[in-house]
């Protein structure tokens, strides 16, 4: 069974400020997910990735399979950057779910 | 149009009663989830079904059961409710990839209650 830890649980910072969140997991994976899930609690899926980088508008993900880890960044954050960021890994062969770690709650203040 | 849509939003019914969830997803994905988020905001994997396989998590009672009428729809069916199955529970589809790994399509989620 794979371990999921993401940290911080919990992050406040000024808007403008480098956003980074760490997710690190046990055992090997075919996949990483970065989700946001908003206040309203709506799921939306940031980025899959299996090897090294991906960029979209202000957000980078990164992964390291060798070291297990991932870190998702936020560049030039805002206020709508503020939701719950959740980590996940799919391990499994054949059509199986994710495991996800307990998420990263950010909160951007003007 | 929506992705991945689920009803009812919200449903709040009486211990011992049975109650059903619908999820439909219109992007002619293949695999499809269940998924349930705690009181602690922690998403767990419930079922997993791509119409050829069911996988359980095999934490989920038995009082849980998904039936999937055709490959676009994947319905929860709750029996018994206990105040414990309190919670909200998240659709989901992918196109399953053989290499492993895929984006998943989240449904707006239903919030049960139980009283």
């Known amino acids: 069974k794979n371990e999921v830890e993401q940290s911080p649980q919990n992050l406040t910072a000024q808007e403008g400020e480098f956003i980074t969140i760490n997710c690190s997991y046990s055992v090997g994976i075919s996949a990483l997910h970065w989700l946001q899930q908003h206040p309203g609690g709506g799921i939306v899926s940031l980025f899959m990735l299996s090897s090294g980088k991906k960029k979209h508008g202000r957000l980078i993900a990164t992964i390291n399979i060798q070291e297990k880890h991932s870190s998702l960044h936020i560049t030039a954050s805002h206020p709508r950057d503020s939701a719950v960021y959740i980590c996940a890994v799919y391990s499994g062969g054949g059509a199986d779910g994710l495991t996800f770690g307990k998420g990263t709650h950010l909160i951007i203040q003007p | 149009d929506t992705a991945v849509s689920q009803t009812p939003k919200y449903l709040v019914t009486q211990m011992g009663n049975d109650k059903s969830i619908k999820c439909e997803q219109n992007l002619g994905h293949d695999t499809m989830y269940w998924y349930k988020q705690d009181s602690k905001k922690f998403l767990k994997i419930m079922f997993s079904?791509?119409?050829?396989?069911?996988?359980i998590n095999e934490t989920v009672p038995n009082r849980f059961s998904p039936k999937s009428p055709d490959k676009a729809h994947l319905n929860l069916h709750i029996n018994s409710l206990e105040l414990g199955d309190s919670a909200v529970y998240f659709c989901?589809?992918?196109?399953?990839?053989?290499?492993?790994?895929?984006?998943?399509?989240f449904g707006p989620g239903t919030r049960l209650t139980v009283t």
């Open positions: 989901a589809s992918s196109q399953f990839e053989a290499s492993g790994g895929y984006e998943q399509y």
């Open positions: 079904y791509n119409n050829k396989e069911l996988i």
